[in-house]
């Protein structure tokens, strides 16, 4: 679905080093999230944001950031990145917090 | 810890044979969402079911959510090789993640021609 898009599709990047992941909705979900996929662990929720400005812990927030300023953009900067934030990470938004989401691409990011 | 399960995690068929995915919860369920994703893709909704004992139809596929509202199925009948992917629920749990739904670890599928 094109109503979220996620920049870069591929990151590469090397330990310690700060790294932003842009989320950008074209839609107007008032709901946002930010998940990481792991093999065999699915899909687990880092932070997610209610509205502008509102933000909260999901279920493996250390070492993440978010930020939430305007109700389209969600972005997830990682302040040190280490290995094991290898990951894909989708950005999702929806009308509510249990209902259905949409999902963007995806960001495959590698840390060395 | 988890409290939204799959089984199975891994289910392998010939094309035209049926599959079924269960979802199982520890706690009730407002709804339960389910998900497809294609190898290499993004998770898309499929549908959400509400009610207990509901039983919703798309094509050859089959969802049912029980009367308990703790658990559900994806049934898949006669499956192509197009059905390919990991088919996750997902659901809000009661008093768990302040109302935010969880996803269960999925069951990949995969379908022999």
């Known amino acids: 679905d094109a109503g979220i898009t996620q920049s870069p599709r591929y990151k590469i990047t090397e330990t310690g080093r700060q790294v932003t992941l842009m989320c950008h909705q074209t839609?107007?979900?008032?709901?946002m999230f930010w998940y990481r996929q792991d093999l065999g662990h699915g899909l687990r929720l880092i932070y997610y944001?209610?509205?502008?400005?509102?933000?909260d812990k999901g279920e493996v927030p250390d070492g993440y950031v978010v930020s939430r300023s305007k109700t389209e953009n969600f972005p997830l900067t990682l302040e040190s990145a280490t290995r094991s934030q290898t990951s894909v990470y989708f950005c999702?938004?929806?009308?509510?917090?249990?209902?259905?989401?949409?999902f963007g691409p995806g960001t495959r990011l590698t840390v060395l | 810890g988890q409290q939204v399960m799959q089984i199975p995690q891994y289910q392998h068929v010939q094309e035209g044979e049926d599959f079924t995915t269960y979802c199982n919860s520890s706690t009730t369920l407002s709804n339960i969402q389910w998900y497809k994703q294609r190898p290499g893709g993004h998770p898309v909704f499929l549908i959400q079911l509400v009610k207990s004992g509901e039983v919703k139809k798309q094509k050859r596929l089959t969802f049912q959510f029980g009367e308990a509202k703790k658990n559900s199925s994806l049934h898949i009948t006669a499956t192509q090789t197009t059905d390919v992917g990991t088919y996750f629920c997902?659901?809000?749990?009661?008093?768990?993640?302040?109302?935010?739904?969880?996803f269960g670890d999925g069951t990949t599928l995969t379908v022999k021609p």
């Open positions: 997902a659901g809000p749990l009661y008093n768990t993640n302040a109302g935010k739904s969880t």
């Open positions: 839609w107007s979900h008032s709901y």
């Open positions: 944001s209610a509205a502008a400005d509102i933000t």
């Open positions: 999702a938004g929806s009308d509510s917090s249990y209902n259905e989401q949409f």
